[in-house]
T-cell receptor
Framework: KAGVTQTPRYLIKTRGQQVTLSCSPISGHRSVSWYQQTPGQGLQFLFEYFSETQRNKGNFPGRFSGRQFSNSRSEMNVSTLELGDSALYLC?????????FGPGTRLTVL | AQSVTQLGSHVSVSEGALVLLRCNYSSSVPPYLFWYVQYPNQGLQLLLKYTTGATLVKGINGFEAEFKKSETSFHLTKPSAHMSDAAEYFCAVISSNDYKLSFGAGTTVTVRA
């Protein structure tokens, strides 16, 4: 069974731009969660989607948004990028209590 | 709300020595507890988890952890460290009525030859 895939793996943007990251969950998994990982703040929960509905949200500004499609694939969007948005963005899919993580997208904002 | 605290941001052990990583949790409802490992430039891989039942949990790569409710702890151990154990380890908690993982700050393990 294929694991969680994330595209792209690496991304470089400049301040003020917007970015869209994609996550394909494990087949059959309906829940997708997103996390931001930085050296200073560690791993922080962004949001979780289940059956195309946002079920949980972390404490991030409205510039961070997401959505989930009918095939459970998910995207997250960050608008008006700031230098502090540079991070590894991890996606995880789950069927029950266990979350399976993708390799992440490394976003660098210049 | 639930949270975890990992004691020690860096641990250095000799190859063949015991690995002990400490994790204490705070949760208002029965917690589900996890240990994840992250190798450089990779995502997180689940080592083991505790949900209900047996309090001593065995995971992959020879790791195990014991859930101690009285001490609110979930420490990770491995009897004999291997060079391949060098990585960053994260303890995490999720409450039974929530779906978001709360992670500890992580512990970086280095293994000396």
């Amino acid at each position: 069974k294929a694991g969680v895939t994330q595209t792209p793996r690496y991304l470089i943007k400049t301040r003020g731009q917007q970015v869209t990251l994609s996550c394909s969950p494990i087949s059959g998994h309906r829940s997708v969660s997103w996390y931001q990982q930085t050296p200073g703040q560690g791993l922080q929960f962004l949001f979780e989607y289940f059956s195309e509905t946002q079920r949980n949200k972390g404490n991030f500004p409205g510039r961070f948004s997401g959505r989930q499609f009918s095939n459970s694939r998910s995207e997250m969007n960050v608008s008006t990028l700031e230098l502090g948005d540079s991070a590894l963005y991890l996606c995880a899919s789950s069927l029950a209590d266990e979350q399976f993580f993708g390799p992440g997208t490394r976003l660098t904002v210049l | 709300a639930q949270s975890v605290t990992q004691l020690g941001s860096h641990v250095s052990v000799s190859e063949g020595a015991l690995v002990l990583l400490r994790c204490n949790y705070s949760s208002s409802v029965p917690p589900y507890l996890f240990w994840y490992v992250q190798y450089p430039n990779q995502g997180l891989q689940l080592l083991l988890k505790y949900t209900t039942g047996a309090t001593l949990v065995k995971g992959i790569n020879g790791f195990e952890a014991e859930f101690k409710k009285s001490e609110t702890s979930f420490h990770l151990t491995k009897p004999s460290a291997h060079m391949s154990d060098a990585a960053e380890y994260f303890c995490a908690v999720i409450s039974s009525n929530d779906y978001k993982l709360s992670f500890g700050a992580g512990t970086t393990v280095t293994v000396r030859a």
